[in-house]
Protein backbone atom coordinates (compact mmCIF):
# COMPACT_ATOMS: atom_id res chain seq x y z
CA UNK A 1 0.00 0.00 0.00
CA UNK A 2 0.97 3.55 -0.70
CA UNK A 3 1.95 5.67 2.03
CA UNK A 4 -0.82 8.17 0.83
CA UNK A 5 -3.05 5.38 0.65
CA UNK A 6 -2.09 3.90 4.17
CA UNK A 7 -2.73 7.87 5.66
CA UNK A 8 -6.11 8.01 4.06
CA UNK A 9 -7.24 4.14 5.44
CA UNK A 10 -5.87 5.39 9.02
CA UNK A 11 -7.99 9.23 8.38
CA UNK A 12 -11.22 7.47 7.49
CA UNK A 13 -11.46 5.20 10.62
CA UNK A 14 -10.17 7.89 13.18
CA UNK A 15 -12.09 10.51 11.38
CA UNK A 16 -15.28 8.23 11.37
CA UNK A 17 -14.56 7.69 15.10
CA UNK A 18 -14.41 11.40 16.10
CA UNK A 19 -17.85 11.82 14.60
CA UNK A 20 -19.10 9.61 16.90
CA UNK A 21 -18.00 11.15 19.53
CA UNK A 22 -19.28 14.85 18.33
CA UNK A 23 -22.49 13.27 18.04
CA UNK A 24 -22.72 11.67 21.70
CA UNK A 25 -20.60 14.19 23.86
CA UNK A 26 -20.54 17.52 24.82
CA UNK A 27 -17.03 18.03 23.39
CA UNK A 28 -16.37 21.42 22.22
CA UNK A 29 -14.15 22.71 19.48
CA UNK A 30 -13.03 26.08 18.86
CA UNK A 31 -13.65 25.50 15.14
CA UNK A 32 -16.34 24.11 13.27
CA UNK A 33 -15.43 21.02 11.25
CA UNK A 34 -16.21 17.96 9.68
CA UNK A 35 -14.50 15.03 8.39
CA UNK A 36 -11.80 15.83 10.41
CA UNK A 37 -9.13 14.25 12.89
CA UNK A 38 -7.23 15.65 15.59
CA UNK A 39 -2.97 14.75 16.04
CA UNK A 40 -2.95 12.92 19.25
CA UNK A 41 -0.25 15.21 20.93
CA UNK A 42 -0.74 19.27 20.11
CA UNK A 43 -4.67 18.19 19.88
CA UNK A 44 -5.10 20.20 16.63
CA UNK A 45 -8.07 19.49 13.96
CA UNK A 46 -6.45 18.18 10.39
CA UNK A 47 -8.33 18.12 7.41
CA UNK A 48 -8.24 15.32 4.75
CA UNK A 49 -6.24 17.96 2.82
CA UNK A 50 -4.07 17.57 5.38
CA UNK A 51 -2.99 14.23 4.53
CA UNK A 52 -0.76 15.95 1.39
CA UNK A 53 3.00 17.06 2.43
CA UNK A 54 3.02 20.71 1.99
CA UNK A 55 4.78 23.29 3.43
CA UNK A 56 2.48 23.87 6.23
CA UNK A 57 1.92 21.53 8.88
CA UNK A 58 0.51 18.23 7.79
CA UNK A 59 -0.12 14.91 8.81
CA UNK A 60 2.50 12.35 8.87
CA UNK A 61 2.56 8.51 9.37
CA UNK A 62 3.85 7.64 13.18
CA UNK A 63 5.74 4.76 13.78
CA UNK A 64 4.64 3.59 17.28
CA UNK A 65 7.10 2.50 19.21
CA UNK A 66 9.68 3.86 17.00
CA UNK A 67 10.29 1.78 14.11
CA UNK A 68 14.03 0.96 14.86
CA UNK A 69 12.69 -0.87 17.41
CA UNK A 70 9.96 -2.83 15.58
CA UNK A 71 7.36 -0.47 15.49
CA UNK A 72 4.60 -0.48 13.23
CA UNK A 73 2.74 2.68 11.40
CA UNK A 74 -0.65 2.62 12.40
CA UNK A 75 -1.38 6.40 13.19
CA UNK A 76 -1.22 10.05 11.97
CA UNK A 77 0.44 12.51 13.97
CA UNK A 78 0.87 15.89 12.84
CA UNK A 79 4.67 17.05 11.61
CA UNK A 80 5.20 19.89 13.95
CA UNK A 81 5.12 17.33 16.64
CA UNK A 82 6.97 14.55 15.84
CA UNK A 83 9.53 16.50 14.63
CA UNK A 84 9.67 18.41 17.94
CA UNK A 85 8.84 15.14 20.14
CA UNK A 86 10.39 12.88 18.10
CA UNK A 87 13.86 12.18 17.18
CA UNK A 88 15.70 12.90 19.85
CA UNK A 89 14.16 11.17 22.48
CA UNK A 90 13.60 7.85 19.70
CA UNK A 91 17.76 8.39 19.54
CA UNK A 92 17.90 8.21 22.60
CA UNK A 93 15.81 5.36 23.84
CA UNK A 94 17.44 3.08 21.09
CA UNK A 95 21.15 4.28 22.28
CA UNK A 96 19.88 3.31 25.98
CA UNK A 97 18.27 0.19 24.66
CA UNK A 98 21.19 -0.75 22.52
CA UNK A 99 24.00 0.19 25.68
CA UNK A 100 22.08 -2.15 27.84
CA UNK A 101 21.58 -5.40 25.63
CA UNK A 102 25.54 -4.71 25.21
CA UNK A 103 26.66 -4.69 29.32
CA UNK A 104 24.53 -7.60 29.54
CA UNK A 105 26.70 -9.16 26.84
CA UNK A 106 23.29 -10.15 25.33
CA UNK A 107 24.15 -11.86 21.35
CA UNK A 108 23.86 -9.27 18.53
CA UNK A 109 24.70 -6.65 20.33
CA UNK A 110 27.49 -3.85 19.18
CA UNK A 111 29.16 -1.27 20.40
CA UNK A 112 32.07 1.14 19.61
CA UNK A 113 34.67 2.11 21.58
CA UNK A 114 37.96 3.03 22.72
CA UNK A 115 40.36 0.01 23.82
CA UNK A 116 43.48 1.54 25.91
CA UNK A 117 46.40 -0.92 26.91
CA UNK A 118 49.03 -0.04 28.99
CA UNK A 119 51.19 2.36 27.58
CA UNK A 120 47.71 4.12 26.93
CA UNK A 121 47.80 3.80 23.27
CA UNK A 122 44.06 3.95 22.56
CA UNK A 123 42.40 2.45 19.37
CA UNK A 124 38.57 2.56 18.01
CA UNK A 125 37.40 -0.75 17.83
CA UNK A 126 33.63 -2.62 17.42
CA UNK A 127 33.07 -4.96 19.57
CA UNK A 128 30.56 -6.89 19.32
CA UNK A 129 28.49 -10.26 20.38
CA UNK A 130 28.01 -12.80 17.90
CA UNK A 131 24.78 -15.17 17.94
CA UNK A 132 26.56 -17.68 20.06
CA UNK A 133 27.81 -14.99 22.24
CA UNK A 134 31.34 -14.54 21.71
CA UNK A 135 33.20 -11.40 22.05
CA UNK A 136 34.74 -10.16 18.88
CA UNK A 137 36.55 -7.32 18.56
CA UNK A 138 37.46 -4.94 15.51
CA UNK A 139 39.97 -2.62 15.52
CA UNK A 140 39.84 0.41 13.39
CA UNK A 141 43.09 1.29 12.30
CA UNK A 142 41.15 4.13 10.43
CA UNK A 143 39.49 5.76 13.27
CA UNK A 144 42.64 5.33 15.66
CA UNK A 145 46.08 7.56 15.44
CA UNK A 146 48.28 5.80 13.87
CA UNK A 147 51.43 5.50 16.14
CA UNK A 148 49.02 4.48 18.96
CA UNK A 149 47.45 1.62 16.83
CA UNK A 150 50.47 0.52 16.13
CA UNK A 151 51.57 0.29 19.67
CA UNK A 152 48.63 -1.42 20.41
CA UNK A 153 49.21 -3.89 17.75
CA UNK A 154 52.55 -4.85 18.46
CA UNK A 155 51.54 -4.91 22.17
CA UNK A 156 50.05 -8.44 21.73
CA UNK A 157 52.57 -10.89 23.62
CA UNK A 158 52.94 -14.62 21.88
CA UNK A 159 53.06 -17.66 23.93
CA UNK A 160 50.85 -20.13 25.81
CA UNK A 161 47.87 -18.33 28.30
CA UNK A 162 46.17 -20.35 30.09
CA UNK A 163 42.33 -19.09 29.38
CA UNK A 164 40.65 -18.21 33.46
CA UNK A 165 37.94 -20.41 33.95
CA UNK A 166 38.63 -22.73 31.23
CA UNK A 167 40.93 -25.49 33.01
CA UNK A 168 43.66 -27.21 30.41
CA UNK A 169 43.14 -24.57 27.49
CA UNK A 170 45.20 -22.25 26.12
CA UNK A 171 45.38 -18.90 24.10
CA UNK A 172 48.67 -18.38 22.08
CA UNK A 173 48.56 -14.51 22.10
CA UNK A 174 47.48 -11.94 24.39
CA UNK A 175 46.62 -8.94 24.64
CA UNK A 176 46.00 -6.45 27.74
CA UNK A 177 43.84 -3.20 27.54
CA UNK A 178 41.01 -1.59 28.90
CA UNK A 179 37.38 -0.97 27.45
CA UNK A 180 35.24 1.97 28.50
CA UNK A 181 31.57 0.57 29.11
CA UNK A 182 28.96 2.33 26.96
CA UNK A 183 26.81 5.52 28.95
CA UNK A 184 25.94 7.99 26.23
CA UNK A 185 22.10 7.31 26.78
CA UNK A 186 20.21 9.60 28.12
CA UNK A 187 17.69 7.77 30.63
CA UNK A 188 16.16 10.66 31.38
CA UNK A 189 14.97 11.42 27.99
CA UNK A 190 15.10 7.85 26.86
CA UNK A 191 12.04 7.52 29.38
CA UNK A 192 9.94 10.59 28.28
CA UNK A 193 9.91 8.04 24.88
CA UNK A 194 8.64 5.85 26.38
CA UNK A 195 5.81 7.83 27.75
CA UNK A 196 5.50 9.13 24.19
CA UNK A 197 4.55 5.22 23.08
CA UNK A 198 2.58 4.61 25.93
CA UNK A 199 0.56 7.31 25.49
CA UNK A 200 -0.01 7.10 21.80
CA UNK A 201 -0.77 3.44 21.94
CA UNK A 202 -3.85 4.24 24.33
CA UNK A 203 -4.79 6.52 21.01
CA UNK A 204 -4.52 3.90 18.50
CA UNK A 205 -6.21 1.35 20.23
CA UNK A 206 -9.04 3.69 22.34
CA UNK A 207 -9.51 6.34 19.48
CA UNK A 208 -10.03 9.59 20.33
CA UNK A 209 -12.31 9.12 23.42
CA UNK A 210 -8.73 8.70 25.26
CA UNK A 211 -7.16 12.04 24.69
CA UNK A 212 -10.45 14.23 26.49
CA UNK A 213 -9.11 13.38 29.64
CA UNK A 214 -7.79 16.75 31.67
CA UNK A 215 -5.55 14.42 33.55
CA UNK A 216 -3.32 14.03 29.99
CA UNK A 217 -2.63 17.34 30.07
CA UNK A 218 0.69 17.21 31.68
CA UNK A 219 1.15 13.93 30.12
CA UNK A 220 1.30 15.78 26.65
CA UNK A 221 3.45 19.11 27.70
CA UNK A 222 5.94 16.49 28.97
CA UNK A 223 6.55 14.39 26.03
CA UNK A 224 6.41 17.85 24.04
CA UNK A 225 8.64 19.38 26.15
CA UNK A 226 11.42 16.29 26.73
CA UNK A 227 13.78 18.44 28.12
CA UNK A 228 11.40 19.81 30.83
CA UNK A 229 11.03 18.52 34.27
CA UNK A 230 6.97 18.47 34.46
CA UNK A 231 6.21 14.75 35.51
CA UNK A 232 9.23 14.03 37.68
CA UNK A 233 7.86 10.46 39.57
CA UNK A 234 7.90 7.29 37.73
CA UNK A 235 5.18 6.51 35.21
CA UNK A 236 6.04 3.22 34.63
CA UNK A 237 5.15 -0.33 36.50
CA UNK A 238 8.51 -1.94 37.03
CA UNK A 239 6.78 -5.67 36.57
CA UNK A 240 6.70 -8.29 33.45
CA UNK A 241 3.12 -9.24 32.85
CA UNK A 242 1.81 -12.60 31.13
CA UNK A 243 1.54 -11.61 27.58
CA UNK A 244 -2.04 -11.48 26.75
CA UNK A 245 -1.35 -7.51 28.72
CA UNK A 246 0.58 -6.55 25.87
CA UNK A 247 -1.84 -3.78 24.69
CA UNK A 248 -4.32 -1.48 26.66
CA UNK A 249 -5.13 -2.25 30.27
CA UNK A 250 -6.58 -1.10 33.43
CA UNK A 251 -5.22 -1.43 36.59
CA UNK A 252 -8.43 -1.73 38.62
CA UNK A 253 -6.91 -2.76 41.86
CA UNK A 254 -5.64 -1.26 44.23
CA UNK A 255 -7.86 2.06 43.70
CA UNK A 256 -4.83 4.53 44.16
CA UNK A 257 -3.29 2.62 41.44
CA UNK A 258 -6.47 3.06 39.38
CA UNK A 259 -5.17 3.85 35.95
CA UNK A 260 -4.45 2.97 32.26
CA UNK A 261 -1.66 0.69 32.04
CA UNK A 262 -0.48 0.53 27.84
CA UNK A 263 1.93 -2.34 27.99
CA UNK A 264 4.08 -2.96 24.29
CA UNK A 265 7.44 -4.70 23.11
CA UNK A 266 10.48 -3.23 22.41
CA UNK A 267 12.63 -5.09 20.06
CA UNK A 268 16.32 -4.92 19.15
CA UNK A 269 18.62 -7.67 17.53
CA UNK A 270 19.20 -8.98 20.96
CA UNK A 271 16.10 -9.31 22.74
CA UNK A 272 12.61 -7.74 23.67
CA UNK A 273 12.13 -5.93 25.88
CA UNK A 274 8.19 -5.36 27.90
CA UNK A 275 7.40 -1.87 28.71
CA UNK A 276 4.67 -1.09 31.00
CA UNK A 277 3.44 2.68 31.03
CA UNK A 278 0.85 4.12 33.68
CA UNK A 279 -1.72 7.07 32.31
CA UNK A 280 -4.04 8.77 34.67
CA UNK A 281 -7.83 7.81 34.02
CA UNK A 282 -10.63 10.21 33.79
CA UNK A 283 -11.51 10.96 37.18
CA UNK A 284 -10.21 14.03 38.91
CA UNK A 285 -8.48 12.19 41.25
CA UNK A 286 -6.67 10.10 38.89
CA UNK A 287 -4.65 13.03 38.29
CA UNK A 288 -2.14 12.04 41.19
CA UNK A 289 -1.14 8.52 40.11
CA UNK A 290 2.48 9.24 39.77
CA UNK A 291 2.20 10.15 43.19
CA UNK A 292 0.78 7.19 44.26
CA UNK A 293 2.79 4.89 41.99
CA UNK A 294 5.84 6.51 44.28
CA UNK A 295 4.17 6.15 47.28
CA UNK A 296 3.06 2.70 46.96
CA UNK A 297 5.33 0.60 44.45
CA UNK A 298 9.06 2.79 45.22
CA UNK A 299 8.27 2.88 48.87
CA UNK A 300 7.33 -0.60 49.94
CA UNK A 301 9.52 -2.67 51.28
CA UNK A 302 9.78 -5.39 48.99
CA UNK A 303 7.95 -2.81 45.92
CA UNK A 304 5.37 -4.43 45.04
CA UNK A 305 1.79 -4.36 45.76
CA UNK A 306 -1.64 -6.60 44.77
CA UNK A 307 -2.58 -5.21 41.42
CA UNK A 308 -5.70 -6.18 39.78
CA UNK A 309 -5.81 -5.56 36.18
CA UNK A 310 -8.20 -5.88 32.88
CA UNK A 311 -7.42 -6.26 29.18
CA UNK A 312 -9.47 -4.04 27.27
CA UNK A 313 -7.61 -5.12 24.30
CA UNK A 314 -10.34 -7.77 23.00
CA UNK A 315 -12.74 -5.45 23.91
CA UNK A 316 -11.74 -2.63 22.02
CA UNK A 317 -13.03 -1.42 17.87
CA UNK A 318 -12.74 2.57 17.25
CA UNK A 319 -14.34 1.78 14.30
CA UNK A 320 -17.23 0.20 16.27
CA UNK A 321 -19.92 3.37 17.34
CA UNK A 322 -20.87 0.98 20.04
CA UNK A 323 -17.45 -0.01 21.53
CA UNK A 324 -15.99 3.86 21.08
CA UNK A 325 -17.18 4.57 24.39
CA UNK A 326 -15.77 0.97 26.07
CA UNK A 327 -13.16 2.74 27.51
CA UNK A 328 -14.48 5.64 29.20
CA UNK A 329 -17.17 4.00 30.93
CA UNK A 330 -15.18 2.51 32.44
CA UNK A 331 -14.55 4.88 34.82
CA UNK A 332 -16.10 4.34 38.35
CA UNK A 333 -17.97 7.41 37.50
CA UNK A 334 -19.21 6.51 34.37
CA UNK A 335 -19.26 10.11 33.55
CA UNK A 336 -15.75 11.03 32.80
CA UNK A 337 -15.31 15.04 31.98
CA UNK A 338 -14.42 15.91 28.50
CA UNK A 339 -12.26 18.96 28.08
CA UNK A 340 -12.94 21.62 25.55
CA UNK A 341 -10.27 21.09 22.51
ZN1 LIG B 1 0.45 17.89 16.51
Redesign the pocket.
Known amino acids: MSNLKKKKKIFEAYSQNLEWIKDKTNVKFDIEFDHGIL?P??L?VFLEKDLIPSKNNHLTLEHNPPKSLGGRDNIL??K??NNKSGHKTDVELLTYLLEQDFKNFSSNSKHRTKLSNENGSKVTADVSFDQDGRMIFNLHSKYSNPKDYKDFINSEKKGFFPIEGELGKFATSKFHFNMKAPDKGDMRLASIALLKIGYLLGFEKYGHIFLFNQNLDKVREQILNPEMDIITDPFWINYEFPEMYVGVNIITKPLELNCFLNTFILKTKSRNTQISIALPGYNKEDSIIYENIKKILCSSKNGTANLEITTLDPFLDLKDEERVFSSALFWENKKPVYNTI
Open positions: CLCKTCDC
